[in-house]
């Protein structure tokens, strides 16, 4: 997939995930129904162990904000012909990923976020989520690692948040680190 059309696709899952979080705040909100809609408080049970309705504010404004890191963010295609002809200050880094099958990482202090060759064309349909999950490591400086029993800090939870809002296809990678 071009790599425009997976950040029109990550853009459209997050703004229609903003839409059901804003939805799910005005209800929340309501003086006469104190209920969340039932996708939101599943994605709350699923992804982030929690029933609380108040982190609903603080998921809302992280969405908004990598809505507007993804159209932004510069990539960068790394293979291992790419490796053998450059001198990258990461190159070890890029190796370790790519003996890993990363299909992505995120280098916030370089600003950029490499995409691995064949790894990430490998992940086709998952490819919008793959990117909001990197979105989220790039411009958060929190959020290293992938912690299960804090998924406050974890771009999976994040991640599955999302594809699962906004109706893109959850990976792989999100069920297995998550556990479900």
């Not at 059309?5 to 853009?11: A, D, G, K, L």
């Not at 059901?20 to 408080?41: C, F, K, M, Y």
């Not at 992280?62 to 990539?75: A, D, K, S, W, Y």
């Not at 001198?87 to 880094?93: C, F, Q, T």
Request: hydrophobic share 35%; net charge positive.
């Amino acid at each position: 997939m071009e790599i425009q059309t997976v950040r029109n696709r990550s853009v459209h899952a997050l703004n229609r995930t903003k839409i059901r979080l804003e939805a799910a705040i005005r209800q929340r909100d309501s003086s006469t129904n104190h209920g969340i809609p039932s996708d939101v408080e599943f994605a709350l049970r699923r992804f982030f162990n929690s029933r609380a309705t108040t982190f609903l504010d603080i998921l809302l404004r992280r969405v908004q904000l990598i809505t507007r890191v993804v159209p932004e963010v510069r990539v960068r295609r790394i293979s291992r012909s790419y490796l053998a002809a450059t001198s990258d200050n990461n190159s070890e880094r890029h190796f370790g990923n790519m003996q890993l099958h990363t299909p992505a990482a995120a280098f916030p202090n370089e600003h950029y976020i490499a995409l691995y060759s064949p790894y990430w064309e490998e992940k086709g349909q998952y490819q919008p989520g793959v990117l909001i999950h990197e979105c989220f490591h790039y411009y958060f400086g929190h959020m290293r690692g992938h912690p299960r029993d804090n998924r406050r800090i974890n771009a999976f939870a994040y991640q599955g948040l999302v594809c699962h809002l906004g109706r893109l296809p959850i990976g792989p990678g999100v069920r297995t680190n998550l556990g479900y």
